[in-house]
């Protein structure tokens, strides 16, 4: 028989820091998909085009070792981008071999609307934050990350 949700117990989950965050990222990403129904942005791109917007001209390998994603994934989302006309690819003057990345006016737009919306989610988590905990979070998050990538 299945149990009731509210009776399921976790034992000693809740008391883990990875359990925490994935449980915090769910939520995160489940709300952006909710937001970007409209404009059919997901984190993946709002991520890209927010680094490409930073870095005008950022080549796919660079873009990769930022971004922390093997080639073949980064690929088939500059790939994704490109089709839907976020962003451009024009071979890099000074090296051949490499295509840089610009955000095309309708990239610049998406961008635009879909920062809108993540602002509107910060504002929301903010609700749930103390004074100056969001800052706070996000050094203790980042640290976490340096520790485990062996920074």
């Given at each position: 028989?299945?149990?009731?949700r509210?009776?399921?117990?976790l034992?000693?989950?809740?008391?883990?820091?990875?359990?925490q965050v994935?449980?915090?990222?769910?939520?995160?990403?489940?709300?952006?998909?909710?937001?970007?129904?409209?404009?059919?942005v997901n984190?993946?791109?709002?991520?890209?085009?927010?680094?490409?917007n930073?870095?005008?001209?950022?080549n796919q390998?660079?873009?990769?070792?930022?971004y922390?994603?093997?080639?073949?994934?980064?690929s088939y989302a500059?790939?994704?981008?490109?089709?839907?006309?976020?962003?451009r690819r024009?071979?890099d003057?000074k090296?051949?071999?490499?295509?840089?990345l610009?955000?095309?006016?309708?990239?610049?737009?998406?961008?635009?609307?879909?920062?809108?919306?993540?602002?509107?989610?910060?504002?929301l988590?903010?609700?749930a934050?103390?004074?100056?905990?969001?800052?706070?979070?996000?050094?203790m998050?980042g640290r976490?990350?340096?520790?485990?990538?062996g920074?």
């Amino acid at each position: 028989m299945a149990r009731d949700r509210t009776s399921i117990e976790l034992d000693s989950l809740p008391h883990y820091v990875g359990y925490q965050v994935r449980q915090a990222q769910t939520a995160v990403f489940r709300d952006i998909e909710f937001k970007m129904r409209g404009i059919g942005v997901n984190p993946g791109d709002f991520g890209l085009l927010t680094i490409v917007n930073g870095n005008p001209g950022i080549n796919q390998k660079s873009l990769a070792e930022l971004y922390r994603l093997d080639k073949s994934t980064l690929s088939y989302a500059v790939k994704r981008l490109v089709e839907r006309r976020w962003i451009r690819r024009r071979r890099d003057r000074k090296d051949k071999r490499f295509y840089g990345l610009w955000l095309t006016e309708v990239g610049e737009n998406i961008l635009g609307q879909a920062t809108a919306r993540i602002e509107a989610q910060e504002d929301l988590i903010d609700t749930a934050l103390g004074p100056g905990e969001r800052s706070s979070l996000i050094d203790m998050l980042g640290r976490i990350t340096r520790v485990l990538n062996g920074e």
